[in-house]
């Protein structure tokens, strides 16, 4: 199979004129002429041949030299004055330069010997159409780049208008404090509603926000503005949009304020969105680009000129024709170029001076080479507009050279076709539709979505394509080209997101649309959405970190329960909230749980805005992003300080009613055999007196002299030494009985249940029992000193539970002894407990000289389960119910310690019926007035004073 000529199909497409006067040979020519144009207009001399042309204007001229009336030189003149780029083809017989030269100097294109030949002739006109094939490509190529061009420029004039009509993003950041007040803009912008994102009110989250490959150039940039470096701060960068694509913004501000030393206070500054005009800047250039790559390719010469008449462009050929470089010509005035005077050259190229004079063809001029070389050249020159004004700004120039245009078209070619390979691979849907609204054009990715969406709504492809063109041009609005589609049918749902652009044309307007099937996407928002209101309403507190514990979210649960704002969190880790709360070898060790990628539950303590502890039940897991790497972890934690104070409510009632049992069980079986000795050891009493008196009488004879025998039996039985010592035994027996007696009622007492009620009690008779309980707790470590206030008033409580909350201190003042005394063994301990008035209060303190409590762990020796004791000596607890049982009483509990000399506790009880505590004994405890002269809280452990103890310690 023959391959195609171009330019003989072209020249099929022709006119030409054939002036012979030989008949014969015009006859037998014309026939062969026939097959290989599109029209052949014959004449038989100049004259006629001239008329012709005048009358048909046709494409190519084929004449012979010599003829009748008018010869062929005399009608090529007239010919060349009405139209100097008619490509003209001479046959002659002659080949004198007599002949020739006249031809040349009229610019005939080619010329062929008779007698004439098929294929000589055919290829003479083949090149003459090479050269029209070529020269109408050039001009449709760069109508074609100008159309795009101008296209570009109007969106770009289109979207700026938009940008500077749009509500400005305004913002003031004070630098002190970091913190930025800004309008509801800048949260709408980012894809927020206004508040819904508080840290977006300090610096350091737009920092965060700011895309990592922009964030060193805006932060040099805005430095080189803070320290005056700069007029003002002007910068384009990108930041994180709430749905996670990036957004470009141009932001400007500048310093409104600085300090007497010159450095700045307060910064106001304004953005706005410029990701459209980003957009259009990369079609803008994109579309400059594949220009510039025309013209670079274009193996012709090219050059264009400002209204200056200075050179903005020169194209590779013309620097290769000329032997210059590119950077040697930008710039330089365009009579540099040309051997014609400058005044010749600046009226060719002056069009903008001439109304109406928008283009000049086939103009000579000859080009002068950098080593002085003469170029004759054919220009063509069009006067370039300025799309928005209609302003001259410029002149563009193209030499005809016809050997190199086929190169420059087969370019454009390729860009052709790269453009329409583009529109085939593309992923996104593309539809032309006429203004009928139907469709002129589509690509595979749109029929792919007509392939899925009409197979999931039962409808023909014909069907869902007017579905969706009709959808998509009912929300269409001239200043809105962008927007979400939402389509439902037969109980399936799409989202579609749409591009559409009116196309305007000379007789009808149409539309191109893009669709982008986001149905999956959208649905996975919603089901975001639901997952995040969820976690939003949830009454369980939500904490997100990133991979570094840096805390990223806390939902409102999290912020009722702490009483923290969100910025208060954001930035922060958890650890930092439980300072001094958590052993560090704790928190590495859940570290190592969680970096494990493992989930940690557990209980821990925080710290509450208002300075108290709260316990909360956590669990914490890893999430992982696509490539399987720990990205974030998930908190959810819920607060159980009320339930622990209800469990360690139970188990002080627990113990107190165990303690009650066992000290009535004691109390009862001590009773029955004390009881019985006691009563004997009575009558041993009375017996004896009666004995000893019997005694006597007989020891006494007549005269006063005892016998001899009752004498010898009184010295064996030493009767004088039993009857001194014998009461004095029955005595000490009796005060023993005595003793276990109190101890006893001391017993019955303390373990008396007691009602559900305060009752008016004796607070010192109630710490002689507690005393009296605890004595074989502190009897073998320490000497037990009391003070009491004899005039005390009776105080308004719970006996049974002061009764093991003064058990529990004297039982730790006991232990704190024992434990000095493991060092120092000849360490006398002694444990204090006084008590007096002080205005509406009684005050209880109890003191040792033990070892102390260290700084660093006094402000916990409240915390329930919390102890120093070793494993097996100690709950935790019995602090703690102190504590609570002070907090029942709207009482005050204080601790002074000093490590190595001693501990003393303050308990202040408010006399008289109090209010705030419920009828069942398990009232919460509430503020009360604080003591006249004292500034001590309700719960104190941090104080160190000098102690009543440590000041008279006994050597």
């Known amino acids: 199979m023959m391959k195609s000529n171009p330019d003989r199909d072209f020249l099929k497409k022709l006119t030409v004129l054939y002036v012979e006067d030989e008949r014969e040979t015009a006859e037998q020519f014309s026939r062969f002429l026939d097959r290989h144009v599109a029209r052949l207009i014959p004449a038989a001399n100049g004259e006629e041949g001239l008329q012709a042309f005048a009358a048909n204007r046709p494409d190519i001229i084929i004449t012979d030299i010599r003829m009748p009336i008018m010869d062929g030189i005399t009608m090529i003149g007239e010919i060349r004055a009405l139209d100097p780029s008619v490509p003209i083809v001479v046959m002659t017989a002659f080949g004198q330069a007599e002949y020739l030269l006249p031809c040349i100097n009229l610019g005939v294109d080619k010329y062929v010997v008779k007698p004439l030949t098929g294929p000589s002739t055919l290829q003479a006109l083949s090149e003459c159409a090479h050269r029209l094939r070529v020269e109408a490509e050039l001009v449709e190529a760069l109508a074609e780049a100008h159309q795009r061009e101008q296209q570009l420029s109007e969106k770009k004039q289109k979207l700026e208008l938009l940008i500077a009509g749009a509500q400005l993003c305004a913002w ?303 929300e269409w609005t001239s200043n809105r080209q962008c927007f979400m589609v939402r389509i439902e049918e037969q109980g399936q749902i799409g989202f579609f997101r749409i591009a559409c652009a009116r196309i305007t044309g000379s007789d009808a307007n149409g539309f191109f649309l893009t669709f982008v099937d986001v149905t999956e996407e959208k649905l996975a928002e919603e089901q975001r959405l639901l997952l995040s209101k969820a976690v939003e309403q949830g009454k369980d507190g939500v904490v997100i970190t990133d991979s570094s514990y840096r805390i990223r979210y806390v939902n409102p649960a999290v912020l009722a329960a702490s009483g923290y704002e969100a910025e208060e969190y954001l930035g922060k880790t958890p650890w930092d909230l439980r300072e001094d709360l958590v052993e560090p070898a704790s928190m590495n060790e859940i570290r190592q749980v969680l970096d494990r990628g493992e989930t940690w539950s557990g209980t821990l303590e925080m710290w509450k805005k208002d300075g108290s502890i709260a316990e909360e039940e956590i669990t914490t897991s890893a999430m992982r992003n696509e490539q399987g790497e720990i990205s974030h972890f998930v908190t959810v934690k819920r607060d159980v300080t009320e339930l622990r104070r209800l469990q360690q409510q139970l188990a002080l009632a627990q113990k107190l009613e165990s303690i009650g049992q066992l000290a009535a069980g004691v109390a009862h079986e001590i009773n029955t055999p004390m009881q019985y000795i006691q009563n004997n050891l009575a009558f041993f009493e009375q017996s004896f007196a009666d004995i000893e008196r019997l005694l006597k009488e007989i020891t006494k004879s007549a005269d006063n002299t005892p016998s001899a025998k009752l004498t010898t039996l009184m010295q064996e039985v030493n009767l004088d030494f039993l009857l001194t010592e014998i009461p004095e035994s029955l005595q000490e027996v009796k005060e023993g009985i005595r003793r276990v007696v109190r101890i006893i009622s001391a017993l019955r007492e303390f373990s008396h249940p007691g009602d559900s009620v305060r009752v008016n009690i004796d607070i010192n008779h109630a710490l002689e029992n507690a005393i009296i309980v605890s004595r074989n707790e502190w009897k073998y470590v320490a000497v037990l000193d009391t003070e009491f206030a004899e005039d005390l008033p009776l105080v308004f409580c719970y006996p049974d539970q002061l009764n093991q909350m003064f058990l529990n201190l004297l039982i730790n003042a006991a232990h704190a002894i024992g434990r000095a005394r493991e060092a120092e063994p000849e360490r006398p301990g002694r444990i204090l407990v006084s008590t007096r008035r002080e205005a509406d209060w009684v005050a209880v303190r109890i003191g040792d000289n033990g070892c102390g409590i260290p700084k660093k762990i006094r402000h916990r020796i409240f915390d329930p389960f919390f102890t120093t004791k070793e494993v097996g000596k100690g709950t935790g607890q019995g602090l703690a119910i102190a504590h609570s049982i002070v907090g029942n009483h709207n009482g005050q509990i204080d601790c002074t310690s000093i490590p190595g000399q001693g501990t003393e506790f303050t308990i202040l009880l408010p006399l008289g019926p109090q209010t705030g505590t419920d009828e069942d004994g398990q009232g919460h405890p509430t503020r009360t007035q604080p003591v006249p002269g004292r500034t001590t809280p309700a719960t104190s452990a941090g104080r160190q004073d000098t102690l009543p103890l440590a000041a008279n310690r006994r050597s």
């Open 172 to 474: 003031s950041w004070q630098l002190e404090t970091g913190y930025m007040e800004i309008n509801d803009h800048c949260f709408l912008v980012l894809g927020y509603q206004p508040g819904e994102l508080p840290s977006l009110q300090y610096i350091e989250t737009w920092w965060d926000l700011a895309h990592p490959d922009d964030l060193p150039s805006v932060q040099a940039a805005l430095d080189a503005h803070l320290v005056g470096e700069t007029p003002f701060f002007d910068c384009q960068y990108r930041l994180r949009h709430k749905e996670g694509h990036w957004i470009w913004i141009h932001e400007t501000a500048q310093v409104l304020q600085r300090d007497a030393a010159g450095s700045p206070l307060r910064v106001f500054g304004a953005f706005t969105e410029i990701s459209g005009h980003k957009q259009a800047e990369v079609e803008l250039a994109r579309a400059r680009r594949e220009a510039d790559t025309i013209i670079q390719q274009f193996l012709d010469s090219l050059i264009a000129v400002d209204t200056d008449l200075r050179l903005t462009r020169v194209n590779q050929a013309t620097c290769s024709l000329l032997g210059y470089r590119q950077e040697d010509l930008l710039g330089q005035p365009v009579f540099v170029l040309f051997q014609e005077p400058e005044a010749k050259v600046r009226e060719t190229f002056s069009l903008f001076q001439t109304e109406g004079d928008n283009e000049r063809r086939n103009v000579e001029l000859r080009y002068r080479a950098k080593d002085g070389a003469s170029l004759p050249m054919s220009f063509n020159l069009s006067l370039l507009r300025n799309e928005e004004d209609g302003q001259p700004l410029g002149v563009v120039a193209g030499a005809k050279d016809i050997s190199r245009l086929r190169f420059a078209l087969e370019e454009v070619s390729r860009q052709n076709a790269y453009i329409e390979k583009l529109f085939e691979i593309l992923p996104v849907g593309l539809v032309a539709v006429w203004p009928s609204h139907e469709i002129a054009t589509t690509n595979p990715a749109f029929q792919e979505i007509l392939n899925q969406w009409s197979a999931r709504l039962q409808v023909s492809q014909k069907e869902c394509s007017q579905l969706l063109i009709q959808s998509a041009l009912a």
